[in-house]
């Protein structure tokens, strides 16, 4: 069974879009028997993706440090759930659990996720897919900037093949088998 790391928005004051294609990419997860490891909140798009999947029979695995445990943030119906002691833990925890990892929208913990995970995919620290959804357009500025970091050589052009982007969960669903079927 394959499991993907999840990284998206806790904040629950979003647009509706952005929950619709949380719940559609939980669905497919779960239809297609792909085990989720995320963050374990209850609220925004997290808690979106976990209530969907756990609807449709799918398993989701919450990685949280002990303090937001305590502060009582966690799903009530996941799978699973691993209580670390830091952030850090979290992170790694989640990327070795992963096949590929995912990420939907969100402020500046999924920023700082997503970018960390590509800069361990470019130290070769993990060899697995990393696909941005990129729902309404959400990462067009960071994909851009990116592509500006390589215009003023601050990075490889040979590090734009380090993600991929997906404009729906269908597209994520798709990119996740076609790696799989690679390797």
Same mark, same amino acid.
């Given at each position: ?33 792909? *085990? ?6 209850? *609220?925004?798009?997290?808690?979106? %993706? ?27 119906? %996941? ?66 900037? %990116? ?37």
């Amino acid at each position: 069974m394959l499991t993907v790391s999840v990284f998206c928005a806790s904040s629950p004051k979003i647009k509706p879009e952005y929950f619709q294609a949380a719940a559609q990419l939980g669905l497919l997860l779960a239809q297609s028997d792909i *085990t989720a490891v995320c963050g374990a909140g209850a *609220t925004g798009l997290m808690g979106q %993706l976990t209530d969907s999947m756990i609807a449709a029979g799918g398993r989701v695995i919450g990685v949280m440090p002990q303090f937001m445990y305590d502060l009582g943030w966690q799903h009530a119906h %996941l799978s699973d759930l691993k209580i670390l002691s830091s952030m850090h833990e979290r992170k790694a925890l989640m990327a070795e659990m992963s096949d590929a990892s995912i990420a939907l929208p969100g402020g500046c913990g999924t920023f700082e996720e997503l970018l960390e995970i590509i800069t361990w995919r470019q130290l070769g620290l993990y060899n697995k897919p990393v696909i941005i959804l990129n729902t309404l357009g959400y990462y067009d500025n960071l994909l851009n900037m %990116l592509q500006v970091a390589v215009e003023e050589q601050f990075m490889s052009a040979s590090n734009l093949q380090l993600w991929q982007v997906a404009a729906t969960p269908e597209e994520v669903i798709s990119m996740i088998q076609s790696n799989v079927n690679k390797s």
